[in-house]
């Protein structure tokens, strides 16, 4: 029998948790009311349970229950905030964004470009970080909107969070955050730190895939990007999914609770599991160590072939060149750092979980240090 994969892919997507499960269980038969029947009970028991998680999630991010908007996930979040930013606007103006946003940043930026908006992507630096100083310089009186993503979902960097937010208030420029690969996995205070509008996502965080929330100061004003029934203050038209968003609030609350000790335990796994990658030589961390999530690795192999080392770790280990929502192109955010294509192909993006064991990263690091080597023997130079 092979031996079981290793899953090394929760930035990926994270297997739900059994409580999140749990928590969901009681809203697919018994309790499956929509939320906007309020003539009788059924309808009424789903709307509270609604409320309690809108509450629970709300309580979380130290900000009111209806800051929190549900959508689909953080890609209709991003949508949501910037779209629904633009269009409120009587005219096309200026934004700035990162180079190594998500696609679910850039994609929708690039619609606006395309319909008159000026765009900006600022460059980052070699640790992966976007300098403040760039921002500052780039903020004209026509800027309407910054997007600056929490955490980075190929190289785990965290952006300078507090200095961005001090500059988006001191310049009066609303702040859109994509904290999907953030939200559960570092403290995250909206209020605290000057974020406007901030994206999450279930599926990131053992909560169930196709949930999400934006999150939005009340001072924004936003165009729907979904018409109908006027749910979620007419922001989010369409039948709230109670089953997914109880286990939302339910992950958040398991992420609050073992936030701390998770990230202490997946940045000792971490080390473990690059030192003998470090071991071989020419191996090079993408991105600051400092600050980083504690459960992503990112790393070049220099002196393989990208594909012939995923190849072969494929088997074995499941992991990632990059992120899991680029259809194959060679990572942009590599690029960003410099790394030419043929190094992003042998790149490694191996982030660990919960359920991540010593064991496991062992196995991983000793089987990737194997293929590597073995790849250098037959193909040196
Ligand atoms: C940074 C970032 N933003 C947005 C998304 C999209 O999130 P969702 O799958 O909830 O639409 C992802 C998922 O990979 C992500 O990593």
Same mark, same amino acid.
Request: overall charge neutral; proline content about 6%; charged content about 20%.
């Given at each position: 029998?092979?031996?079981?994969?290793?899953?090394?892919? &929760?930035?990926?997507?994270?297997?739900?948790?059994?409580?999140?499960?749990?928590?969901?269980?009681?809203?697919?038969?018994?309790?499956?009311?929509?939320?906007?029947?309020?003539?009788?009970?059924? !309808? #009424?028991?789903?709307?509270?349970?609604?409320?309690?998680?809108?509450?629970?999630?709300?309580?979380?991010?130290?900000?009111?229950?209806?800051?929190?908007?549900?959508?689909?996930?953080?890609?209709?979040?991003?949508?949501?905030?910037?779209?629904?930013?633009?269009?409120?606007?009587?005219?096309?103006?200026?934004?700035?964004?990162?180079?190594?946003?998500?696609?679910?940043?850039?994609?929708?930026?690039?619609?606006?470009?395309?319909? !008159?908006?000026?765009?900006? +992507?600022?460059?980052?630096?070699?640790?992966?970080?976007?300098?403040?100083?760039?921002?500052?310089?780039?903020?004209?009186?026509?800027?309407?909107?910054?997007?600056?993503?929490?955490?980075?979902? $190929?190289?785990?960097?965290?952006?300078?969070?507090?200095?961005?937010?001090?500059?988006?208030?001191?310049?009066?420029?609303?702040?859109?955050?994509?904290?999907?690969?953030?939200?559960? &996995?570092?403290?995250?205070?909206?209020?605290?730190?000057?974020?406007?509008? +901030?994206?999450?996502?279930?599926?990131?965080?053992?909560?169930?895939?196709?949930?999400?929330?934006?999150?939005?100061?009340?001072?924004?004003?936003?165009?729907?990007?979904?018409?109908?029934?006027?749910?979620?203050?007419? #922001?989010?038209?369409?039948?709230?999914?109670?089953?997914?968003?109880?286990?939302?609030?339910?992950?958040?609350?398991?992420?609050?609770?073992?936030?701390? $000790?998770?990230?202490?335990?997946?940045?000792?796994?971490?080390?473990? #599991? +690059?030192?003998?990658? +470090?071991?071989?030589?020419?191996?090079?961390?993408?991105?600051?160590?400092? &600050?980083?999530?504690?459960?992503?690795?990112?790393?070049?192999?220099?002196?393989?072939? !990208?594909?012939?080392?995923?190849?072969?770790?494929?088997?074995?280990?499941?992991?990632?060149?990059?992120?899991?929502?680029?259809?194959?192109?060679?990572? &942009?955010?590599?690029?960003?750092?410099?790394?030419?294509?043929?190094?992003?192909?042998?790149?490694?993006?191996?982030?660990?979980?919960?359920?991540?064991? $010593?064991?496991?990263?062992?196995?991983?690091?000793?089987?990737?240090?194997?293929?590597?080597?073995?790849?250098?023997?037959?193909?040196?130079?």
């Amino acid at each position: 029998m092979p031996a079981p994969l290793i899953y090394l892919d &929760h930035q990926a997507t994270t297997p739900c948790a059994a409580e999140v499960v749990a928590a969901m269980e009681p809203h697919w038969n018994g309790g499956f009311g929509n939320p906007a029947s309020r003539a009788h009970r059924i !309808g #009424l028991a789903a709307a509270a349970a609604v409320d309690i998680a809108r509450e629970r999630i709300a309580s979380h991010l130290d900000v009111p229950p209806d800051w929190v908007v549900f959508t689909s996930g953080a890609t209709e979040a991003n949508n949501l905030a910037l779209k629904g930013l633009a269009e409120t606007a009587a005219a096309p103006g200026h934004l700035v964004s990162v180079v190594s946003e998500h696609r679910a940043v850039l994609d929708p930026l690039e619609d606006l470009r395309r319909r !008159g908006w000026e765009l900006t +992507l600022l460059p980052v630096d070699p640790d992966g970080r976007l300098d403040p100083a760039r921002l500052d310089a780039a903020i004209t009186p026509d800027t309407r909107l910054v997007s600056v993503m929490a955490a980075n979902n $190929e190289i785990g960097v965290i952006q300078p969070l507090e200095a961005i937010g001090r500059l988006c208030r001191s310049r009066g420029v609303p702040w859109h955050c994509d904290a999907a690969q953030a939200f559960g &996995h570092m403290a995250l205070e909206p209020r605290r730190l000057g974020i406007d509008l +901030l994206s999450l996502s279930g599926h990131k965080l053992y909560g169930p895939k196709g949930i999400g929330a934006l999150v939005v100061a009340p001072e924004i004003r936003l165009h729907a990007q979904l018409h109908g029934g006027g749910q979620e203050r007419g #922001l989010r038209a369409g039948t709230l999914p109670v089953p997914l968003i109880a286990g939302l609030a339910e992950a958040s609350a398991l992420a609050q609770a073992d936030r701390v $000790e998770r990230q202490q335990r997946c940045s000792e796994l971490r080390q473990r #599991l +690059l030192t003998p990658l +470090l071991e071989l030589g020419d191996v090079v961390v993408n991105g600051s160590m400092e &600050h980083r999530l504690a459960h992503n690795l990112s790393v070049t192999v220099r002196g393989v072939n !990208g594909a012939a080392l995923h190849r072969e770790l494929r088997r074995s280990i499941a992991c990632s060149s990059g992120s899991a929502c680029s259809a194959g192109e060679p990572s &942009h955010v590599l690029a960003a750092l410099g790394r030419s294509r043929r190094e992003a192909e042998a790149s490694l993006r191996l982030s660990l979980g919960r359920q991540t064991s $010593e064991g496991e990263v062992d196995a991983a690091g000793s089987r990737i240090a194997d293929v590597v080597r073995q790849l250098r023997r037959d193909r040196p130079g």
